[in-house]
């Protein structure tokens, strides 16, 4: 009886150990009625997406994650920086700001307040069938009147979203005051670069607007709003209300692979999670379902992430196929890597292997929940396909990860045993990455 009682214990304390495995690494994913994720229901958001976003006039995501206990977290998209003045096809709230605001509302070259000297942009769009320019303007975020406008907005149409996700989120005057068509100071400089303007004139007043700005804006039973933000990480460091940093096609970008920007992408990525932030991986691409192009972005995406993970401040957003009502999420997203053997505190040089390579191993990694034994991840950066090398692998592996198909709703699988790999033989492309298994 002792003897099947103490059995009893280890069983138990196992079953709790594997549950304790999340049944995917953290996911981001657009959810919203008549687009991507039009056509999951709220289990399959709940059961394969972290943090589902949605915005005004589409309120699938925060239906969808409202549930008790929480399985996922809405978030609601706007951006408080960048104001777009279409009176042909308005956007909102762009709109709503013109139509309340004073000139003090906006930026302006130095010296000058008046309309003539904003800080400006343009953006071409197709309305009613026709081209049109739309002039592009810079809120003047230091002015206590724009968060009101901005928190009075959230509280009344996102008030039951968990999180907001902020665009155009600068930590410097330059990026700040850049967007469509180039700089914002065209004809200060040639090239239209704003260092300086009436109302931020420096770099470190900017940061401080941002972080007042956040601390402004406030839930209706006062508590702080978190949001995530969609620019510099540099500016998570100025109030706690931010609480992660979207790195938009850093890896792959309209699904064209981007090697040059894998070393600084790793190292923001050890800088973001060393505070505890969340980091947010956000790769685009519109590649046919299943094919080798579609398979190579999804292939780096997840080893860049692997290489870089840390629990739950690590987060997927691949983004890769566009022309789908199903949700961007993928088979390789349920894999977890768990008890790496290196680690990415301070920059990709810890884990580099040789110039441009990189690799990243975890004795014991999981598949929707169940072990399957040790994986690892290798991207390449260089110009040309390079064959792994002896001595860079400390544990022994025999398969290449293989895909089958898209997106997980639409059947997509993926194989562990399917590929083999030969330490010493195996390429790794130019500019991709292997996934592997023991």
């Known amino acids: 009886m002792k003897a099947l009682a103490v059995l009893g214990y280890i069983l138990a304390t196992t079953a709790i150990a594997v549950a304790r495995i999340p049944a995917h690494v953290p996911t981001w994913a657009y ?46 998209y706007f951006d408080p920086h960048l104001i777009y003045d279409s009176s042909q096809c308005p956007y909102q709230p762009d709109a709503r700001f013109i139509a309340a605001a004073s000139e003090s509302w906006f930026v302006h070259f130095p ?58 989120t600068g930590a410097t005057l330059v990026n700040q005051m850049y967007g469509p068509g180039g700089g914002f100071c065209r004809g200060l400089n040639l090239n ?16 401080r607007a941002q972080g007042l ?23 998570l460091g100025t109030n706690a209300a931010y609480i992660g940093a979207i790195a938009e096609n850093a890896i792959v970008d309209a699904g064209n692979l981007r090697p040059a920007m894998y070393e600084k992408t790793l190292t923001e990525m050890a800088s973001v999670e060393a505070r505890h932030k969340k980091f947010v991986l956000l790769d685009t691409g519109n590649a046919s379902a299943g094919s080798v192009a579609q398979d190579t972005q999804r292939i780096v995406t997840t080893a860049v992430a692997w290489l870089g993970f840390h629990g739950s401040d690590t987060v997927v957003w691949p983004d890769l196929e566009y022309n789908t009502d199903n949700l961007a999420v993928w088979p390789e997203d349920e894999i977890y890597p768990t008890n790496p053997l290196e680690s990415m505190t301070e920059s990709a040089a810890q884990i580099a292997v040789a110039p441009g390579v990189w690799r990243r191993e975890f004795r014991a990694c999981y598949d929707a929940g169940r072990r399957f034994g040790p994986c690892a991840a290798l991207v390449n950066a260089n110009g040309a396909a390079i064959v792994v090398q002896r001595g860079w692998l400390r544990g022994e592996y025999r398969y290449v990860i293989g895909f089958s198909g898209g997106d997980i709703l639409s059947g997509g699988s993926l194989s562990l045993t399917a590929i083999p790999f030969v330490d010493g033989q195996t390429v790794i492309p130019s500019g991709g990455a292997l996934l592997l298994a023991r």
């Not at 394969?48 to 994650?65: F, Q």
């Not at 508590?223 to 995530?228: E, N």
């Open 213 to 235: 700005f956040a601390d402004r804006l406030r839930r209706i039973d006062g508590a702080p709003m978190q949001f995530f933000v969609n620019g510099d990480p540099a500016v």
């Open 111 to 168: 010296g000058y307040h008046d309309e003539d000297h904003r800080v400006h942009g343009s953006y071409s769009k197709t309305c009613d069938g026709k081209q049109t320019s739309v002039p592009v303007y810079v809120a003047n975020i230091t002015n206590p009147a724009v968060s009101d406008f901005f928190e009075t907005y959230l509280r009344t149409e996102a008030s039951a979203w968990d999180a907001f996700m902020m665009d155009d």
């Open 192 to 207: 239209g670069w704003c260092t300086s303007t009436e109302e931020i004139a420096t770099d470190a007043a900017l940061l």
């Open 31 to 76: 959810d919203e009625y008549n687009a991507q994720g039009g056509a999951a229901s709220s289990a399959d958001v709940r059961r394969y997406v972290t943090y589902a976003e949605g915005g005004l006039g589409n309120a699938k995501a925060a239906s969808d994650c409202a549930t008790r206990p929480k399985e996922c977290t809405s978030v609601w």
